[in-house]
T-cell receptor
Framework: QKEVEQNSGPLSVPEGAIASLNCTYS??????FFWYRQYSGKSPELIMF????GDKEDGRFTAQLNKASQYVSLLIRDSQPSDSATYLC?????????????FGQGTILTVHP | NAGVTQTPKFRILKIGQSMTLQCTQD?????MYWYRQDPGMGLKLIYY???????DKGEVPNGYNVSRSTTEDFPLRLELAAPSQTSVYFC???????????FGPGTRLTVL
């Protein structure tokens, strides 16, 4: 089983809709979770992180964590064409991680007008 | 602050050639990382460093070498380039306490 799995998509939603991106992880000991956004031809940038079970909201973005089910999701409300990008889920690598992250393969999101 | 910078932005190599990808950060972060990203794939860790003089292998180190003589610089060396090393290479810097990593703009490498 891969350590971090994401639906590769592509996911297409209309402008103004809610986009839901999902990620599952295999290490039950994972304590923190990260969502990076990567525009085409650009580098990843951190948009959300979450440590505790439940929801964390930041503007139009909400991260949801369910440790019992080992999944983390990212909701984007009122999706805009500018949200079109690849979204990468990441968790700290196991053991003594030294800040290392294990990334999922990413979900391509397209928001169409 | 420039953050993390990488040079060159693009490079074409012939099979068997060597090159060094440069990475510099001005964030004073101890931890630095090199990743490669193949089309439609996530990021694979090549090497990482926890401070000057200390480096270790990541998930896909074969065919690469690194050094870390200063906090700021973390060059990645490709010896005997192969077509399988065609990829986009990202350097990142971070602080382990938070696991947040800041990425450079990337180097797009093609080996023909």
């Amino acid at each position: 089983q891969k350590e971090v799995e994401q639906n590769s998509g592509p996911l297409s939603v209309p402008e103004g809709a809610i986009a839901s991106l999902n990620c599952t992880y295999s290490d039950r000991g994972s304590q923190s979770f990260f969502w990076y956004r990567q525009y085409s031809g650009k580098s990843p940038e951190l948009i959300m992180f979450i440590y505790s079970n439940g929801d964390k909201e930041d503007g139009r973005f909400t991260a949801q964590l369910n440790k019992a089910s080992q999944y983390v999701s990212l909701l984007i409300r009122d999706s805009q064409p500018s949200d079109s990008a690849t979204y990468l889920c990441a968790v700290p690598a196991g053991g003594t991680s030294y800040g290392k992250l294990t990334f999922g393969q990413g979900t391509i999101l397209t928001v169409h007008p | 602050n420039a953050g993390v910078t990488q040079t060159p932005k693009f490079r074409i190599l012939k099979i068997g050639q060597s090159m060094t990808l440069q990475c510099t950060q001005d964030m004073n972060h101890n931890y630095m990382y090199w990743y490669r990203q193949d089309p439609g794939m996530g990021l694979k860790l090549i090497y990482y460093s926890v401070g000057a003089g200390i480096t270790d292998k990541g998930e896909v180190p074969n065919g690469y070498n690194v050094s870390r003589s200063t906090t700021e610089d973390f060059p990645l060396r490709l010896e005997l380039a192969a077509p399988s090393q065609t990829s986009v290479y990202f350097c990142a810097a971070g602080q382990a306490t938070y696991n947040e990593q800041f990425f450079g703009p990337g180097t797009r490498l093609t080996v023909l």
